[in-house]
Structure formats: C-alpha cells, structure tokens
C-alpha cells in the first residue's frame, strides 16, 4: 500500500504553476498542479495516444461480433469515446465527496469485459444481442456501486494469484479475434485468410516493432497507433480500406438514448458480467494504490471507495447510449510513472478531448475503416500485452508455494477451455453456457474458489491483499 508522503500533507485543490518559486508552489501538491498549456497539452496527448487504442478495441470487437453495419459501427465507437472521457472528468475532478478520486486515472471501457460479452452475443437470438449486454452491464453497474463501500474488506480474496490468473486469460481467450481480423474478418468470405489479407497485418506489426525499438519519446509511446496509420496508408493502393462510413458519417451529434434497443436482463447473463466486474474492480483497486504511491498522495479507503462509484456510475449510466463496464486503464497509471506528470488536470484535459472526439462520430468513422487486417496485426501486440501484464503479476505471487502452482495451473486450465473445445459445454445449460463458455468467467471463479480452498479455509493467507479502511 502506499505511503503518506513526509511532511505535511498539502490539502486538496486546484493550484497554479507560476512563473516564481514561492512558498505557496512548495506546499502545492504535484496532483493538484495547474500546468500550463505548453507542458498540458503534450502531456494529455501522451495519455490520449496510451489509451485510444484501447478505448475503440470493445466497441469495435463487440459491433463484429454482433454484425453492426459501417453506421452502427460508427455509433459505437462515439459512444464508446464519449463515456470514457465523462468517467475520466469525473474520475479526475470528482464529485463532492460521493465520487471520483482526484487522482490522475483514466477510466474507459475495459477489455476484460469483451469475452464475457461475447459469450454473451453467440447465446442471445439476432436483434437482441446488444441489449442482453447492455441490461447485464447495467446490473453490474448497481452491483459495483452496492459493493464498492466494502470492496477494501473482499481485497484479500483477489490477491494476485487470482488477478494474475484473469488478466493472463484476458489476452490469451482474446488472442483468437486479432488472428481472425489479420485473416480478413469475415470468416464467410471467399477469400478469407488470403495472403494479402496476412501480408497487410505482417506489414503493420512490423511497422509497430519498428517504431517500438527505434522510436524515443512520444513517437515510441504511440508506435500502435502509427502502425495503424500506416498499415492503413499502405491498404488504400490494393483497394482494401472502406471509406463508406466517413463519407455517411454525421459530423456531429450525440448519441441517441437506446439507439441499440432497450436492455434485456437475463440471468446467466448478469451473473457472468458481475464476475467480471469483481476483477474490474480490483484492478482499479490495484491502480489507485500504485498512482498513490507514485504521486505520494496516499489512496486510502475513502478514495478507494470515491473511485469504485466513478466506476459503478459509468458502468451503469453507459449502456444508455452505448458503452460497456468501465474500469482504470493500467497503461495510463504507466505514462504517469514514465513522465512524472502527476497532475490530475493533465488526465482531465485527455478526458476533455475524449469527450469532444465522442460528440464527432466522423471521428469515430476513421476508426471503424481501418481494415481489419491492419487492426489484427495491431491487436496481436494489444492483446499480447495483456498477457504479459497477467504474467508479470503472477511473477508477484509467491509461485514457488507448491499450492500456488496448482491453483494457477487448474484456473489457466479452466480458463483456456472454451478456447481449445468451443463445445465442451453444448450440452450443459443455457446459464452454464454463459458463465463457463467464457474463459475470463471461468478462470476467476476457480481461481477465486480455489484461493478459498488453499488460503482462507481455517487458515490465513500469506498472500492475500491487505484489507482497506471503507468510508
């Protein structure tokens, strides 16, 4: 957990930089700066570049899967880009003392929430795909919000043999929609997985390794997205990029209350989603105890608790006009500790510019014609990444416990499942289907009962999280 910073703690609220060091500047605390927009404005653009992949990756992968047309897609991706900069703005600024915990965290939708979505989609009827997630996302809001005062209290039952065991599967159960994309996306297609098709997403992984090692600065920061540009780029020639949707696409508007339909609640469905929403919210736990200790402001219960409603509201207010569970994005909590800009009014301005990115769907058009090929060979680094962050995290673990190595390996062996034998569970129930048929949700659950079994039965865990002080 992190440490109070030594000295007198400066209290909260907005401060300037001027031009002088003064005694008021000392005793302004680095979360709290005003910077000015010379240094503000790269700075955001660092955040914006670390997360905007990852912001238009659910909306994207979800439209696919559900068969959205270039517009719905379009639709989406706006939503997806407006709701993301609303919870970071509240996130950052906070909300008296009910929300947001005034620190420099982005929150966006999460990709830990894709598979279980997914799983969700293949097991609803056509037409009602997308509501049956929204109504689940939304109960899962309510839960976050119900459990969030507490959650400091469960801590020790995600510890991260457990969290370790989830992000890893995240990356490993996604890995199979950037390899489909790089194939051409369209597995009803002709000419699916046609060598130009694997050439494009050869190209545009080589053109992200290469900006990641020779690149310095920002241009390393945003080798992904330069791959995707130039992948693009290189696309238009062979005629393999679609300009239909920016040429349809309005210039502005907001996205339309239930444009989708209204939310269905299904059973199996809600309880999948607030499994996953457990993992969510432990892992802006996680991160709201790094930025603390990276920022030298202490996150104690009572921002813990401020941070978790930002994510339970967020979550529950977005399916309205399109979003998904929302949680921190980890990678933002690294270009803080890369750059040392602590200002939460740095990551309020790349809030800020989400926002207004949101209420311009032709934005979001640019996004959904990138060809799928090229966001393949993207995704591979994306989603590769995701697991290798599990995989550190269970480094941390304590895995030379014998016990501990059995838990890993049966909860990576349930979660990998659905993925080696898509039809090991046909004949199971319908509600089964949906919980186990997900990798992500059957990983944790063993994982969590298993944690149970070796460390909490009439014992005490020696690596479980310390519990937190609730407001």
Same mark, same amino acid.
């Given at each position: 957990?992190?440490?109070?910073?030594?000295?007198?703690?400066?209290?909260?609220?907005?401060?300037?930089?001027?031009?002088?060091?003064?005694?008021?500047?000392?005793?302004?605390?680095?979360?709290?700066?005003?910077?000015?927009?010379?240094?503000?404005?790269?700075?955001?653009?660092?955040?914006?570049?670390?997360?905007?992949?990852?912001?238009?990756?659910?909306?994207?992968?979800?439209?696919?899967?559900?068969?959205?047309?270039?517009?719905?897609?379009t639709r989406?991706?706006?939503?997806?880009?407006?709701?993301?900069?609303?919870?970071?703005l509240?996130?950052?600024?906070?909300?008296?003392?009910?929300?947001?915990?005034?620190?420099?965290?982005?929150?966006?939708?999460?990709?830990?929430?894709?598979?279980?979505?997914?799983?969700?989609?293949?097991?609803s009827?056509?037409?009602?795909?997308?509501?049956?997630?929204?109504?689940?996302?939304?109960?899962?809001?309510?839960?976050?919000?119900?459990?969030g005062?507490?959650?400091?209290?469960?801590?020790?039952?995600?510890?991260?043999?457990?969290?370790?065991?989830?992000?890893?599967?995240?990356?490993?159960?996604?890995?199979?929609?950037?390899?489909?994309?790089?194939?051409?996306?369209?597995?009803?297609? &002709?000419?699916?997985?046609?060598?130009?098709?694997?050439?494009?997403?050869?190209?545009?992984?080589?053109?992200?390794?290469?900006?990641?090692?020779?690149?310095?600065?920002?241009?390393?920061?945003?080798?992904?997205?330069?791959?995707?540009?130039?992948?693009?780029?290189?696309?238009?020639?062979?005629?393999?990029?679609?300009?239909?949707?920016?040429?349809?696409?309005?210039?502005?508007?907001?996205?339309?209350?239930?444009?989708?339909? &209204?939310?269905?609640?299904?059973?199996?469905?809600?309880l999948?989603?607030?499994?996953?929403?457990?993992?969510?919210?432990?892992e802006?736990?996680?991160?709201?105890?790094?930025?603390?200790?990276?920022?030298?402001?202490?996150?104690?219960?009572?921002?813990?608790?401020?941070?978790?409603?930002?994510?339970?509201?967020?979550?529950?207010l977005?399916?309205v006009?399109?979003?998904?569970?929302?949680?921190?994005?980890?990678?933002?909590v690294?270009?803080?500790?890369?750059?040392?800009?602590?200002?939460?009014?740095?990551?309020?301005?790349?809030?800020?510019?989400?926002?207004?990115?949101?209420?311009?769907?032709?934005?979001? &058009?640019?996004?959904s014609?990138?060809?799928?090929?090229?966001?393949?060979?993207?995704?591979?680094?994306?989603?590769?990444?995701?697991?290798?962050?599990?995989i550190?995290?269970?480094?941390?673990?304590?895995l030379?416990?014998?016990?501990?190595?059995?838990?890993?390996?049966?909860?990576?062996?349930?979660?990998?499942?659905p993925?080696?034998?898509?039809?090991?569970?046909?004949?199971?129930p &319908?509600?089964?289907?949906?919980?186990?048929?997900?990798?992500?949700?059957?990983?944790?659950?063993?994982?969590?009962?298993?944690?149970?079994?070796?460390?909490?039965?009439?014992?005490?865990?020696?690596?479980?999280a310390?519990?937190?002080?609730?407001?």
């Amino acid at each position: 957990m992190a440490q109070p910073a030594k000295g007198p703690a400066p209290a909260e609220g907005p401060c300037s930089t001027p031009s002088t060091t003064t005694s008021a500047t000392a005793e302004c605390h680095p979360v709290d700066e005003k910077l000015p927009a010379s240094r503000l404005v790269p700075a955001a653009l660092q955040h914006i570049a670390a997360m905007y992949a990852g912001v238009v990756t659910p909306p994207l992968i979800i439209g696919q899967a559900v068969g959205l047309d270039a517009a719905g897609m379009t639709r989406l991706i706006a939503a997806g880009l407006l709701i993301a900069g609303c919870a970071t703005l509240l996130q950052t600024l906070g909300l008296g003392r009910f929300a947001g915990n005034r620190l420099p965290f982005v929150n966006a939708a999460s990709s830990a929430g894709i598979a279980p979505m997914l799983a969700i989609a293949e097991t609803s009827a056509p037409g009602h795909q997308l509501p049956a997630i929204y109504g689940a996302v939304m109960v899962a809001g309510v839960f976050c919000l119900a459990v969030g005062p507490f959650f400091g209290r469960l801590l020790r039952f995600f510890p991260p043999l457990v969290t370790g065991v989830v992000i890893t599967l995240i990356g490993v159960t996604l890995m199979p929609v950037p390899v489909s994309w790089a194939q051409g996306g369209d597995k009803t297609a &002709a000419d699916f997985g046609a060598m130009k098709y694997l050439a494009l997403a050869g190209f545009t992984l080589v053109v992200v390794l290469l900006f990641q090692r020779f690149g310095k600065g920002f241009v390393k920061q945003i080798a992904l997205l330069l791959g995707l540009l130039i992948g693009t780029l290189a696309a238009i020639p062979f005629g393999m990029a679609d300009f239909s949707a920016l040429r349809e696409a309005p210039v502005a508007a907001l996205p339309a209350p239930f444009a989708f339909g &209204a939310p269905e609640f299904q059973p199996a469905a809600i309880l999948s989603l607030c499994i996953v929403m457990l993992v969510l919210m432990t892992e802006s736990s996680a991160g709201m105890l790094a930025l603390g200790e990276i920022c030298e402001r202490r996150s104690d219960g009572k921002t813990i608790t401020r941070g978790l409603r930002t994510d339970g509201i967020a979550t529950l207010l977005g399916p309205v006009f399109g979003g998904f569970p929302t949680s921190a994005f980890a990678q933002n909590v690294g270009v803080v500790s890369l750059t040392r800009v602590r200002s939460r009014y740095v990551v309020a301005a790349a809030g800020g510019a989400l926002l207004v990115l949101g209420a311009f769907p032709v934005l979001g &058009a640019v996004v959904s014609m990138v060809p799928m090929p090229v966001l393949g060979g993207a995704g591979i680094v994306l989603f590769g990444s995701i697991a290798v962050s599990g995989i550190r995290t269970l480094s941390e673990a304590g895995l030379d416990d014998s016990s501990n190595i059995i838990l890993v390996a049966v909860a990576l062996g349930a979660g990998i499942i659905p993925l080696a034998a898509p039809t090991f569970y046909a004949d199971f129930p &319908a509600w089964a289907q949906t919980v186990l048929g997900s990798g992500i949700s059957a990983g944790a659950l063993v994982a969590v009962l298993l944690n149970l079994f070796f460390h909490h039965l009439g014992t005490r865990s020696r690596h479980a999280a310390p519990a937190l002080k609730s407001s």
